[in-house]
């Protein structure tokens, strides 16, 4: 059987294969034949050229395969699709994070010529190189990565170089334009495109999905909110000097965090360079004992429970004992209090007595609804698990009635605040930017009955509290301060000489329940009193004034207008010294 005929089986390329080769054997015989080897010559000719075309049609086709598919398989200049991240922006598309294209230096010394003179040049060139590094890479037997992250400028200067050996593979680089702004809320992501924290992780797959449609991720937060709030916060930070600081900003009505910012701050372009207290996020994963703007969720389940109206009167008289333990208020008022008083005194007899009326049992489940005893519901896995009572007695009770004995993180009260501010439901904080207009499905913890009450009580205790240094004419703010003892384990009681001292306030106190209205909360931890306070280092002397401060900057960014009959109105005086904070 001939070749020819062997092939007949095969497939229709190894067919026509076989009956050309089946032509050219022929082709010889007949040439042989025939008596005239030039024509065996020409034929022999013929098939070597064919062989050569042959071959080179499948190299060309075989590299340009390579050069138009190479990008798919290896990456070419692509990020690979599961490290790609969109642009993160403000809820008004300012850019806050974005992937940019760097450079990664490789070094093959195989191909080397001169390794002293590789030495010299590059580390001339890029100072940032390390040295040991280099040396390794220069006196290793394969190609290996140097350095990364170098942008197309310094890519340039040592291509210029003219170096062999020298190479370059793109990568994707996550750049922050706005350096320390807003770096706990926008966190970071590695270089491999993964998140790490703060929305970077929380937000994870929805940048990269974001990533694939080429489209942006907005946040909640404003940045003109988020600046000024920063700023105010720092500027109180190196005033009263304390180990840390929190700043927040959030619409009561649909959770959206505005602002949020913790002090001290760090560089998310690199994370690695900065401390631990540094990356720390306050606002999610610390927890504190809040002090008294406990008492506003306490007066709130008292009026709530139908337990108190605001003309209740409390014996503030004498100290409280209750068991081994003796309760004495800050600044004694020494008479019969008010409701409403026991808020502007900040009374911590007047607030356990209301809290022992209400009872163990309710007031544990009014703290569960409010989602004091549960980390805050937000996208952030940096949000803290609390520190609650073993058991909830009277001596518990009387304890958190005033901000004792329960540590929360910020965020936590932030989210509490509101169900006492929005008509009495707790909707979830977020870091997303909903729709214009959204109210989240929220459940319902207080009547809005309750909700109205605390937003006058809270009024009351700005114009004629402790609260006073807050007020800003025109815009109708409330609040409460706090300033909480920190325990010292060294000697095992509460120190005095380190305090947690906070406001929490809300503006505008006036308007339906249901209206857009805002939550600003400044915390020191262990402040240190300035010449300005006399000595005191209270939420109503170190906090107060920046939440102030911060509430006149963002107002017109929020479109909460000043109003002209409350802006003729005298402002209160700041609390003397005296003064209970």
């Known amino acids: 059987m001939s070749l020819g005929q062997q092939a007949l089986g095969g497939s229709p390329v190894s067919r026509w294969f076989a009956r050309r080769v089946w032509q050219l054997e022929h ?91 590789a030495r010299r040049a590059l580390t001339a060139t890029l100072p940032e190189l390390d040295a040991q590094r280099l040396e ?13 992250g170098l942008t197309p400028e310094a890519k ?18 996550r750049v922050y334009p706005l350096g320390k702004t807003a770096a706990h809320i926008i966190g970071f992501a590695d270089t491999g495109g993964e998140g790490l924290s703060g929305a970077e992780a929380a937000l994870n797959e929805d940048i990269r999905r974001a990533a694939a449609a080429n489209t942006p991720v907005p946040l909640s937060i404003d940045l003109r909110v ?53 990356r720390l996020n306050r606002a999610a994963a610390a927890v504190f004992e809040m002090g008294s703007t406990f008492k506003a969720f306490t007066v709130a389940i ?87 009572p073993k058991k909830w007695d009277i001596d518990a009770v009387a304890s958190t009635s005033f901000g004792h004995g329960l540590n929360v993180s910020p965020l936590a009260l932030a989210r509490a605040m509101g169900a006492l501010l929005n008509g009495g439901v707790m909707p979830p904080l977020t870091i997303r930017k909903l729709e214009k207009g ?50 010292d384990p060294a000697i095992r009681a509460y120190n005095h000489n380190r305090q947690v001292s906070s406001f929490a306030a ?21 402040p240190k009193p300035s010449a300005n306070t006399f000595g005191y280092s209270t939420g109503g002397w170190v906090a107060a004034p920046a939440a102030g401060k911060t509430i006149a900057r963002i107002a017109p960014f929020l479109g909460v207008k000043r109003k002209a009959d409350i802006l003729t109105l005298a402002a209160p005086a700041p609390p003397a010294p005296g003064e209970a904070q």
């Open 27 to 117: 082709a010889f015989e007949r040439a042989r034949a025939s008596g005239r080897p030039e024509d065996d010559t020409r034929i022999r000719i013929f098939v070597v050229l064919g062989l050569f075309g042959l071959l080179f049609v499948i190299l060309a086709v075989g590299a340009t395969r390579a050069a138009v598919f190479s990008g798919l398989r290896s990456g070419g200049y692509a990020t690979p699709v599961g490290a790609a991240r969109a642009d993160l922006v403000d809820r008004n598309g300012m850019l806050l994070a974005a992937d940019l294209l760097h450079y990664g230096l490789y070094i093959d010394p195989r191909e080397i010529w001169d390794t002293a003179e």
């Open 136 to 148: 390794r890479a220069l006196r290793g037997e394969r190609r290996i990565f140097v350095l990364g």
């Open 156 to 173: 340039a200067r040592v291509h210029a170089l003219g170096l062999p050996g020298v190479s370059f593979e793109p990568e994707e680089r």
């Open 226 to 278: 988020q600046a000024a709030l920063e700023d105010e916060l720092t500027k109180a930070a190196m005033e009263f000097r304390p180990v840390g600081a929190v700043g927040l900003v959030t619409n009561v009505q649909t959770g959206e965090i505005l602002g949020m910012a913790s002090w001290p701050a760090y560089d998310p372009n690199d994370p690695g360079g900065a401390t631990d207290s540094e």
């Open 302 to 388: 008292g009026l709530d429970a139908g337990v108190a109206t605001p003309s209740s009167t409390f014996d503030a008289r004498e100290p409280m004992k209750l068991g081994y333990r003796t309760i004495h208020d800050y600044h004694a008022a020494r008479k019969i209090l008010t409701l409403v008083e026991v808020f502007q005194h900040s009374s911590n007899i007047g607030t356990a007595k209301l809290a022992l009326g209400v009872g163990p049992q309710k007031m544990e489940q009014y703290f569960s609804a409010l989602g004091l005893t549960k980390p805050a519901q937000v996208e952030l896995f940096e949000s803290a698990r609390p520190l609650t």
């Open 438 to 487: 959204a109210r989240p499905q929220a459940a319902r913890v207080m009547s809005e009955r309750t909700s109205a009450q605390m937003l006058q009580i809270m009024r009351a205790n700005v114009t004629g509290g402790s609260g006073g240094k807050a007020d800003v004419p025109g815009l109708s703010v409330g609040g409460k301060t706090g300033t909480g003892e920190k325990y």
């Open 506 to 526: 809300v503006f505008p106190t006036d308007g339906a329940v249901t209206e857009d209205r805002y939550f600003v909360l400044i915390l020191m931890d262990e």
